[in-house]
């Protein structure tokens, strides 16, 4: 192919919009271009490449969103992205390439679906799928030239395009603050979705414009000459007025065209926000403001960062007129939005913090629907408060909205409380997972059920992971709650028996903890536990704390009842009437912190800390009870050291799973040993665990306990 069939690449890299592109980047394109050739689609879509691209340098794009906004819609140079000198910007247009596929999927998710539908879904899956935040306008660059090339496409084919427009481009550039854009998507969505109204209205304004340019002429002149007496420095221009806009105020107010206002009005830019404010008081000095239309978004910006004075006035003539006031940086700010700040890494760290705020912003909108006006926030938004959600597809195409750490379990809740009762398992993109997986935004979830509602109730335990919405747990309890009273105290003492002999307090006794929990009977707290009202490891925590205040007035006191706590600070126990002395764990019974403990005073060793159960003790207190000490948990650092049992089936990769789980709940594994039966496929591992306390330790067992396999946990000592 020569050089001639091909010059729309050749004029389009010679256009101002891409004039920060190095020399040989240029040619090596130009000379893929010529190896490939054109096609019609390619040639076809010219005008909307050239647009494009003048869009995006209008929002100042760096260069590896110009390429990538090339490539995208040339896959012929794109299929040759290897072989292109792109340097550092390599890994950047990479990842803005796999942004504009991802989009492309929720594009095809959007067809053929009514109106308005699933519109903020498809959004908040958009923004959750791509990780480049210069993937949006890039989108929006493309929208806004298809959609000016939209009249030589079939009507069909147009309004698809414009409903597009609507539900999803032009609510992104309202909530990026992404004026410049937003206004013209609007519009053209507006002109090709409903044309007669658009007319209507567009012929209205065409009728007014002279006497409304001359009258905000006139106002201008006025307001230039008294900003000058006084001193200020300020462009004053008059502000266009969107049809769009226009329509939306008619129908929010209910007014007609002739009753609009802010028909007329100017735009005051000024170099700092004292500046602001000393024009807005010129204006109120010459005209008479209108109380209720008076909004402050300098002291208080909208969502999306906008900020700027808004006050109406009435005019000469007794006409009302609306007044704009703000910086230059204001007003830079309100055109291009998220995209004034796309290099930030070249400016000051002012820039930085500014983009830092707004990629926040972007996180916390997926938590807020679009109200009726314009696809602005739902309230304020706290900038120091957000929480990532996960946006699932069901196998009709609908977005889930899931709280993070969400399961195909909780999707199954989320569907239908039924589909939760019913679920058995579930295939994630087509394959087979388990119940505790983690879904990831844009995960297509299928639900696989069985003929009869049967929910487990281990699915209400925290650390087995099945549920990460309380949502969720709640279906599963009103589900228990429904059964027989028998049932389910039966299923609860199975449930506390399991941990209290895992933790070694199988003896103790259950009516102080049905007391604590207000349980009527040890059955009525059997069957707070089988509902999951309250937990297991809730009972033995109340169990152990019980026994730690019976020990306590039973212990022998020294004179001189005083506290001292050796080392503050760093000490694990606080001895009470003796100080200076070395002070360790026994071996023999191994306390971890929250435990109920007692000192005992040795000969050469200092004071030995044990459990107040340990049999070891009980001996040492019979022969020698005038050695035994009041001892507390203190301000201990460093963590415990506790052994554990584990009896499992020999399977593949069972050591793996304990050891990544151990590291999960940030313990630590000091010692292993593994004592296996040939051929009896049974495997039992003995553990020593630095762990930080006693409820670390109750759930890391939990955990364990409900690996696949695992038979029983246990704590020696």
Request: aromatic share 6%; proline share 4%.
């Amino acid at each position: 192919m020569n050089r001639a069939s091909a010059p729309g690449l050749d004029a389009l890299l010679n256009r101002p919009s891409m004039a920060s592109l190095s020399t040989p980047l240029r040619d090596a394109l130009l000379q893929r271009w010529h190896e490939e050739g054109t096609d019609h689609a390619q040639q076809a879509s010219w005008p909307v490449l050239v647009d494009t691209m003048d869009a995006l340098a209008l929002l100042s794009a760096d260069d590896s969103a110009l390429v990538a906004g090339l490539l995208f819609d040339l896959p012929g140079l794109r299929a040759g992205l290897e072989a292109l000198p792109l340097g550092t910007l390599k890994t950047a247009v990479l990842g803005l390439l796999e942004g504009l596929d991802a989009a492309d999927q929720v594009w095809a998710l959007h067809a053929g679906r009514e109106a308005g539908r699933n519109s903020e879904g498809l959004r908040r899956l958009l923004l959750s799928i791509i990780h480049d935040l210069r993937v949006v306008p890039i989108l929006l660059a493309r929208q806004l030239a298809r959609m000016r090339a939209a009249d030589r496409l079939p009507e069909e084919e147009r309004r698809a395009l414009a409903q597009l427009t609507r539900d999803i481009h032009a609510p992104l550039a309202n909530r990026l603050g992404i004026w410049q854009l937003k206004w013209e998507l609007e519009d053209l969505a507006f002109r090709h979705l409903e044309p007669d109204t658009y007319r209507r209205i567009a012929r209205e304004v065409d009728e007014t414009r002279l006497a409304r340019e001359r009258y905000v002429d006139t106002v201008k002149k006025t307001l230039s000459r008294e900003l000058v007496a006084q001193g200020i420095e300020a462009d004053v221009s008059g502000r266009p007025k969107h049809i769009y806009s226009i329509w939306r105020k008619m129908q929010k107010k209910r007014l007609a065209f002739d009753q609009l206002y802010d028909i007329r009005a100017v735009r005051v830019m000024v170099k700092d926000v004292a500046a602001c404010y000393a024009a807005l008081g010129v204006v109120h000095s010459l005209w008479v403001p209108v109380p209720s239309e008076f909004d402050d978004y300098i002291a208080r910006p909208k969502a999306n960062d906008y900020r700027s004075l808004h006050t109406a006035v009435i005019g000469p003539e007794g006409r009302t007129i609306e007044v704009q006031i703000r910086t230059h940086d204001m007003h830079a700010q309100a055109e291009l939005g998220v995209a004034a700040h796309w290099r930030y890494k070249e400016g000051s760290k002012g820039a930085e913090k500014a983009f830092d705020r707004k990629i926040t912003w972007m996180r916390q909108l997926l938590e807020h629907s679009q109200d009726g006006q314009g696809g602005e926030l739902a309230g304020a938004l706290d900038a120091e408060l957000t929480e990532d959600r996960v946006y699932a597809l069901s196998p009709k195409d609908e977005v889930m909205d899931l709280p993070q750490g969400a399961t195909p379990l909780d999707f199954a809740y989320h569907v239908h409380t039924m589909v939760g009762h019913r679920c058995r398992g579930a295939k994630v993109n087509g394959r087979i997972v388990p119940l505790t997986y983690r879904l990831r935004s844009g995960d297509r979830v299928e639900i696989l059920t069985g003929k009869e509602a049967d929910p487990r109730r281990d699915w209400l335990l925290v650390a087995n992971g099945y549920l990460a919405s309380n949502r969720s747990r709640e279906k599963v309890r009103g589900w228990f709650h429904k059964l027989d009273r028998a049932r389910n105290v039966q299923a609860g003492r199975e449930l506390l028996d399991r941990e209290l002999k895992r933790l070694g307090l199988q003896h103790a006794d259950l009516a102080v903890a049905a007391k604590k929990f207000h349980a009527d009977s040890v059955d009525d707290l059997y069957i707070q536990v089988a509902l999951g009202d309250t937990g297991p490891h809730q009972v033995s925590r109340a169990l152990l704390e019980a026994e730690r205040a019976a020990t306590q007035p039973a212990t022998p006191s020294l004179p001189r009842p005083t506290a001292r706590r050796e080392n503050l600070g760093k000490s694990k126990f606080t001895v009470q009437g003796v100080g200076n002395l070395l002070v360790q764990l026994a071996r023999c019974c191994q306390p971890v912190a929250g435990e109920p403990i007692v000192g005992y005073l040795t000969r050469s060793r200092g004071v030995t800390v044990h459990r107040t159960d340990c049999a070891a003790l009980a001996r040492l207190q019979a022969a020698s009870p005038q050695r035994i000490l009041p001892v507390e948990w203190g301000q201990a650092g460093g963590g415990y050291e506790v052994d554990v049992v584990v009896n499992a089936v020999d399977r593949r990769w069972l050591l793996k799973d304990i050891t990544n789980l151990i590291a999960q709940e940030d313990a630590y594994v000091l010692d292993i040993h593994s004592d296996n039966v040939r051929n009896s496929g049974r495997a039992h591992l003995r553990l020593r665990l630095k762990v930080s306390d006693y409820g670390q330790l109750a759930t890391l067992l939990g955990k364990l306990d409900a690996l696949p396999g695992v038979n029983d946990v246990r704590r020696l000592g």
